[in-house]
C-alpha cells in the first residue's frame, strides 16, 4: 500500500516530532518496526483526511521513519531539482552560522508547500539544519 503524503500530514508529523521526540537518540537513525509502520501506514490512509488521526502514542522512531518514507514518496523533491546543488554546496561552507543563513535563504527561495514541510521554529533552527543535511547527504550519494 503507497501513501503520498500531503504537505499537511507532513508539517503536523514534523510538528508532532519537534514537540515531542528531540530528546530521542539516534532518532534519525533508528528504523521504525516495520509490522507497527504498516498498521500506521493503514491507519493514516483511513484516518487522517477524516481528521481522526492522532500521533501522540506514536513512538518517536516510527514517527522519523514514516516521516522519511513521505518524504521519499513526494512526486516532486522537497528540496527540488532547480536548487539541490546550492544545498548541497552549503556543507562547504566553513562556518556553522553562514551556513544556517544560507540554509535558510535557500529554503525561501521553495515553493510555499515545501517551505512549510521544512518549516523552522526560531528555537530549533539547528536540528532543522541536521535533517536537511542528513536528507542532503542521502541525496548527494
Not at 63 to 87: D, G, H, N, W
Request: with cysteine; glycine share 2%.
Amino acid at each position: 500500500m503507497k501513501i503520498v503524503c500531503s504537505s499537511l500530514s507532513c508539517v503536523q508529523m514534523m510538528s508532532y516530532i519537534e514537540n515531542n521526540c528531540l530528546d530521542e537518540e539516534g532518532l534519525l537513525r533508528v528504523p521504525g518496526n516495520s509490522a507497527r509502520l504498516q498498521c500506521l501506514k493503514q491507519e493514516i490512509d483511513s484516518k487522517f483526511n477524516q481528521g481522526e488521526f492522532s500521533f501522540k502514542n506514536m513512538k518517536a522512531s516510527d514517527a522519523c521513519s514514516l516521516l522519511k518514507m513521505f518524504i521519499r514518496q513526494l512526486p516532486v523533491p522537497l528540496l527540488t531539482k532547480e536548487y539541490l546543488p546550492a544545498f548541497a554546496c552549503i556543507a562547504e561552507i566553513g562556518d556553522l552560522k553562514e551556513q544556517l543563513r544560507t540554509l535558510n535563504l535557500l529554503v525561501l527561495l521553495l515553493p510555499s508547500v515545501h517551505q512549510a514541510v521544512l518549516k523552522v521554529s526560531p528555537h530549533n533552527k539547528y536540528c532543522y539544519y541536521c535533517y536537511t543535511s542528513h536528507c542532503i547527504s542521502h541525496i548527494v550519494r
